[in-house]
């Protein structure tokens, strides 16, 4: 049984649906990416799964208990960090920690918490939170999240007013966890690094979910280009279509792909007579291919 | 419970300007038997040195600010997104008010006994003081009133606080209620001249109430318009209504 299960929630404000349908599952263990545009209902989904906010059918269940605006025994297990952090200005690190760990009878070790969250340097110190900068802020909105040692962690840009080290640092931290089997829920609009980071992705748009994967089978929708540059690119066009391989130029440059092998179309230009110069394999993108779909969802509304 | 009152104490106690408060309010009933003279009375003394206005200001600002900067700093979220329920949550809320209410009536009295013993020597709580009783017990009416004012004007303020999510606003009609007596009673004689019924609104039981031992029954009884009694009843009605409506809107907010 997955750890978290929503189950066809729906919310509207007069004839604007916020949420239309939403499911998905989130297991024990994996990292999944809610993505989408501004307005999608990412945030609108996250409240009403930490049962800040009401939803007019469905039901969400967290570790086989439910979830809803008035019952929230079930969110013990949960961390989160929605939008901003929650932050008392007059508190110093270790004083937020100690407050919300007095929500659980077993928090998690704060040394080793403030240093895996990098809150234990100079920085923090005896300084009260009203003196931290954004990234700082963020990353104390991360510990308190893990305070409580949850099963699973909601996190709404995570990587909010991080430097690159801190970023990086996270995604390793949360890699972590995740190896130690607590699940997470993260929303992000740096889809790059998300893209490093996700196991599974949650894609939605106009409140309603258009695409939930594993992200190495979202990927392989995008079957894999290689671009040459050739000592006759337009003879290598031609040998390419001859062949039955998708082919075209771009940027003056031979894009090829549909062939089963590498190792074939080498074979085959060189074959040919045509010397290969440089070539590049081109991945899936998580950008490109979320921007596509969403333009395909817009088109067919 | 137990766990969200600690955690209100603990964040409660973490800011300077509650021992600001406190320290104020022992100072202020000092302060004022120092400065005037005309305030050496067995009167002054039996006020906490005139000091009430101050706690009631006080009592209702840090009531506003208790829920208000939770929505202002964001922490409203984490706070309402746990294994707790919103009722206890508000009530734990609500506790941490009355401890700090109780906190500056300490403060205040142990000033008031130091102001007394430098200023007004001659003051001796045993004798009869008002149409209560001692002084004692004339000190002890004046903190049970000045104490359901304050229960009046928090809830007045917490309807406010949670409607708007800014203590701006809630603490001016806190304030016009402490200061505005003259206005609050103008509106009052009107309502009660339109119908006699509309003796019991809220402005004039509020009044009655700042009036409640001080005068002698009758007067009370044609200022007000009713017996002492039947203004205790309404008031402590209009205090359980506005915080249930208080409470309904904080239970109801999708945040």
């Known amino acids: 049984m997955a750890l978290l299960e929503v189950n066809k929630i729906n919310k509207s404000y007069g004839s604007k649906k916020a949420m239309d349908d939403i499911s998905f599952k989130v297991e024990a ?43 929230h025994n079930a969110l013990d297990k949960i961390g989160n960090l ?56 963020q990353r104390l909105g991360i510990a308190i999240a893990l305070i409580r040692n949850p099963k699973l962690v909601i996190l709404d840009e995570p990587m909010n007013g991080l430097d690159p080290q801190s970023v990086h640092d996270l995604r390793r931290l949360i890699r972590d966890l995740a190896d130690d089997g607590v699940a997470f829920l993260i929303s992000s609009h740096l889809l790059d690094e998300l893209q490093k980071l996700v196991d599974d992705i949650v894609i939605i748009n106009h409140g309603k979910i258009i695409e939930t994967s594993t992200m190495t089978a979202f990927f392989s929708h995008d079957k894999i280009r290689w671009l040459f540059n050739t000592s006759d690119n337009q003879k290598a066009l031609t040998v390419a279509l001859e062949n039955h391989w998708i082919a075209d130029m771009e940027d003056g440059k031979l894009q090829i792909s549909g062939a089963e092998q590498l190792q074939d179309v080498i074979t085959v230009l060189n074959n040919s007579g045509i010397k290969i110069e440089s070539l590049n394999t081109i991945t899936g993108n998580l950008e490109k291919s979320l921007l596509d779909m969403l333009a395909n969802d817009d088109k067919g509304e | ?139 002890g009416t004046t903190v049970l009133t000045t104490l359901l004012e304050m229960f009046f004007i928090a809830a007045l303020v917490l309807i406010i606080t949670n409607l708007v999510k800014s203590s701006g606003a809630a603490i001016g009609l806190g304030v016009v209620m402490i200061v505005g007596t003259p206005i609050l009673s103008s509106i009052s004689s009107v309502l009660i001249n339109m119908a006699p019924i509309l003796k019991w609104n ?54």
Do not use: C
């Open chain 2, 202 to 255: 809220p402005f004039n039981i509020f009044l009655g109430i700042g009036m409640y031992n001080q005068l002698p029954h009758q007067e009370f009884k044609h200022i007000v318009h009713m017996s002492e009694s039947n203004v205790i009843m309404a008031y402590v009605g209009y205090i359980i209504v506005m915080y249930g409506i208080s409470y309904l809107i904080f239970r109801k907010r999708s945040v």
């Open chain 1, 29 to 71: 263990g994996r990292i999944v990416g809610l993505i989408g545009p501004n307005g999608a209902g990412k945030s609108t989904t996250m409240r009403a799964i930490t049962g800040l906010m009401s939803y007019s059918s469905g039901n969400i269940q967290f570790d086989g208990q439910p979830i809803t605006f008035g019952n």
């Open chain 1, 82 to 137: 929605i939008e901003y952090p929650a932050i008392y200005p007059n508190l110093t690190a270790l004083e937020h920690l100690k407050l919300y760990a007095m929500d659980t009878k077993n928090p998690a070790d704060f040394a080793t918490l403030m240093k895996k969250t990098q809150i234990d340097g100079e920085n923090f110190g005896k300084r009260k939170a009203k003196n931290f900068s954004l990234g700082m802020k």
């Open chain 2, 1 to 139: 419970m137990l766990t969200l009152m600690k955690q209100e104490y603990y964040k409660a106690f973490k800011q300077n300007k509650l021992y600001i408060w406190l320290a104020l309010s022992f100072v202020f009933p000092i302060a004022i038997m120092a400065i005037f003279k005309t305030q050496r009375t067995a009167d002054a003394v039996l006020n906490f040195g005139q000091g009430t206005i101050y706690i009631v200001m006080a009592g209702i600002i840090f009531t506003a600010i208790s829920v208000s900067q939770e929505f202002g700093f964001g922490t409203i979220r984490p706070l309402l997104s746990r294994r707790f329920s919103r009722g206890a949550i508000f009530t734990s809320k609500l506790l941490l008010n009355l401890t700090v209410y109780i906190g500056l009536f300490i403060s205040a009295f142990v000033g008031t006994m130091i102001g007394q013993l430098l200023f007004v020597k001659k003051f001796n709580f045993a004798d009869k003081a008002g149409y209560v009783g001692n002084g004692w017990q004339s000190m």
